[in-house]
């Protein structure tokens, strides 16, 4: 029975990472009040004492004179103190009673107190002598040695902290590991299950493998198999890698730590290393256990890359303590380190060796059918119109990660409440993805006529572009309503494909190009809108060029993430970044004179398209087509949507009989 998992108490703390009673800094500051406390009573009982020092022959003539009233004698300073009687102010200070105050002194240093006694004796002084033991002692011990303590405070501090008395953490801390321990049946435990991960079938697969090893590690050891160490769950942002470690946590009977990888970077030096050691210390303790670290890439960046800009010692120490770690337990001790991160390709090698993190479990972007999952996950709270077909989200959501559907999902209703609607319907949900893909929609943006006839020819340039190459994206939409950055935009839907070929791409970059080429050829003039277009445009050929050896000049060579092995220098000569530069250069010429044939091949449709546009503001594919004709090679993108479509529905078939009341 799942329980809504408990809110955490930043003040309780979880087992075996609660602070150390005392040990925190409420003694410096303590140690600051009561010294301030001393120096303010010291000040106020001296505060209008006119205080003179005299040498002490003259303070033996005082004395013999009977100027003075009293005297106290300081025993720790070394000093005498006279107090001058009033009708004798004028004769020691030259000054009157109103300048120096009621009681006035001067003060002296005497050699000892036997040989003042003797004096006083000889003199016969009748006046009172008092000895004061601290007086202006404590004043002057912090004056002096206040600075010095938080100095020795700070040193025990740092060094503590970094561990310099037995790595068990600081008096304060420092070292020790920040991982939060879960354990089944214990309060603040993830209530996440397997089930509550949607889609990614492979990587759980893999994942409840793990959580079996720990369950019943004889299983495998007895047929000589080894325990992993480590598993490195991999994909790009917002996959579920957390959610997976955090199903791991739900799922297997053993404690499990969790913690982030820059909880081990600290501004303090050797803290990181200490860190990590106190983590498989604990860990240890607890085995068999599991120790996830979220994004490792924070310490696990390749060591050295940056040497000659002096490197990050901290970090590679902290890295190297992961490395013994993970390299110092024994194989079946029953320490599993989980490890997620979206970089895989910046991690240290020696992190990814057999023996650490062997195993990589990739988290990719989900696919339609997952989709369709996690759509069903997060709609389960969402009061729904009857009838809102969720495949049709799913198939306009491509590329979308669970966190971006999760998005969609709760922006759709916000966007029905904003709308005062019973249920979220699905033009909710369509207008969510638009925000989330374009940018909230700027309806107000003034813009002149002038204006929105450029940016409807711009738009109009890709639309029309678009809908007479064969390998473009299929276009859903086109709309000069601004929204976010962009004044204008045409929206597609691309094919989910697994390889792009090389005509594919030339023809998504002449589409692209189609609208700066459409403001050239119509207004006469170019703007700078194209700016966007532009920057994908020769990211793109960059990437055709450089990485995928997709030209003429420098076929099959593929210079992709080699850069920065050998320091800051490009794997390639100057010649080659010369080609290079000249190959992007004439791809993007081609493509753009091709963009431009097409348009003045079609100009009247494609100026009729721009001023539907400039009156309509929004224009859909069916519009285009109306203008166009339909796209001869459009069944081929129709037999794709169907073969997918029943694909889906064969999904939905298959899932149909164990849906109900469950
Ligand atoms: C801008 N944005 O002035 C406006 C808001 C036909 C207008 N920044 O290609 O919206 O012009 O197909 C500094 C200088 C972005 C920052 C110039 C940031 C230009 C989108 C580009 C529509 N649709 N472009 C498109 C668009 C723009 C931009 C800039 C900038 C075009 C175009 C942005
Ligand atoms: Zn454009």
């Known amino acids: 029975m799942p329980q809504i998992p408990p809110q955490e108490d930043p003040h309780r703390g979880h087992p075996g990472n609660e602070k150390k009673p005392g040990y925190n800094f409420s003694w410096i500051y303590l140690l600051l009040i009561v010294g301030l406390g001393i120096m303010l009573w010291q000040n106020q009982t001296d505060e209008n004492t006119f205080d003179k020092e005299i040498s002490y022959t003259q303070f033996k003539t005082y004395v013999q004179k009977g100027y003075g009233s009293a005297i106290d004698v300081n025993k720790s300073e070394g000093t005498a103190m006279l107090h001058i009687a009033p009708e004798h102010v004028r004769e020691v200070f030259h000054q009157g009673v109103e300048q120096v105050g009621k009681a006035p002194v001067v003060s002296a240093r005497y050699p000892s107190t036997e040989k003042m006694d003797e004096y006083l004796a000889a003199v016969k002084y009748k006046g009172e002598v008092k000895y004061v033991e601290n007086g202006r002692f404590w004043t002057s011990f912090l004056v002096n040695f206040l600075p010095l303590i938080i100095i020795i405070a700070f040193w025990i501090f740092m060094f503590r902290g970094a561990s310099a008395f037995g790595g068990k953490g600081g008096i304060f801390g420092v070292g020790q590991s920040k991982a939060k321990l879960f354990e089944k049946g214990k309060e603040g435990s993830p209530s996440v299950t397997f089930k509550d991960v949607a889609g990614q079938e492979g990587a759980k697969q893999e994942v409840k493998e793990i959580v079996d090893f720990l369950k019943n590690p004889k299983k495998y050891t007895d047929l000589g198999g080894k325990i992993p160490k480590g598993a490195l769950l991999v ?54 256990c599991i120790v996830f670290i979220d994004e490792i890439d924070a310490v696990g960046r390749a060591r050295g890359s940056r040497a000659a800009m002096g490197g990050n010692d901290e970090r590679e120490n902290t890295l190297n303590q992961l490395l013994t770690e993970m390299d110092g337990f024994g194989t079946n001790s029953g ?21 650490r993190f062997d195993r990589q479990i990739h988290v990719d972007l989900p696919d339609l059918s997952e989709r369709i999952a996690i759509f069903n996950v997060h709609l389960k709270p969402i009061k729904l119109e009857p009838g809102l077909d969720i495949d049709l989200l799913a198939r306009q959501t491509p590329g979308f990660s669970g966190a971006d559907i999760a998005n969609v999902c709760n922006e759709a209703a916000l966007i029905a409440a904003r709308h005062d609607r019973p249920a979220v319907g699905k033009q909710d949900f369509l207008d969510a993805v ?50 976010g950055q962009a004044l204008g935009a045409a929206w597609y839907l691309p094919e989910e494909r697994n390889i792009t070929t090389r005509e594919q791409m030339l023809d998504e970059i002449c589409a692209t190009l189609g609208g700066r080429a459409a403001e050239e050829l119509f207004t006469g003039h170019i703007s700078s809108g194209a700016l966007n277009d532009l920057e994908t445009v020769t990211k793109r050929a960059y990437g ?45 010429a081609g493509q753009y004179e091709r963009a431009k044939q097409i348009l003045t091949a079609h100009k009247v449709e494609h100026n009729t398209l721009a001023d539907l546009l400039q009156s309509e503001e929004v224009i859909f594919a069916a519009d285009v087509e109306r203008i166009f004709g339909p796209r001869p090679w459009q069944s081929r993108a129709d037999i794709l949507q169907q073969e997918e479509k029943e694909r889906v529905e064969k999904l939905a078939e298959e899932r149909r009989p164990d849906s109900p009341e469950q």
């Not at 109009?460 to 601004?482: C, D, F, Q, R």
């Open 434 to 483: 638009d925000r989330i893909i374009g940018g909230l929609e700027k309806k107000t943006k003034v813009m002149t006529e002038q204006e929105k006839h450029s940016i409807a020819l711009h738009e109009a340039g890709h639309a029309a572009v678009s809908w007479l190459l064969e390998h473009a994206n299929p276009l859903v939409k086109v709309t000069i309503v601004p929204r």
């Open 335 to 355: 320490v599993i380190v989980l490890a997620a991160t979206n970089r895989v390709d910046v991690l240290d090698k020696a992190l990814l060796r057999a023996g």
């Open 544 to 588: 055709m060029v450089a990485y995928l050896g997709m030209s003429e000049s420098l076929p099959n060579l593929c210079y992709y993430g080699q850069d920065g092995e050998y320091g800051f220098q490009k794997p390639y000569s100057d010649d080659t970044a010369r080609l290079i530069d000249e190959e992007v250069k004439a791809l993007i």
């Open 235 to 288: 994909g790009p942002p917002g996959t579920g890698k957390t959610l997976l470690a955090k199903a791991v946590a739900g799922e297997a009977d053993v404690p499990f730590f969790s913690m982030s990888g820059s909880d081990f970077v600290e501004m303090f030096v050797g803290v990181g290393a200490s860190r990590v050691r106190d983590l498989f210390q604990k860990a240890k303790e607890k085995a068999p």
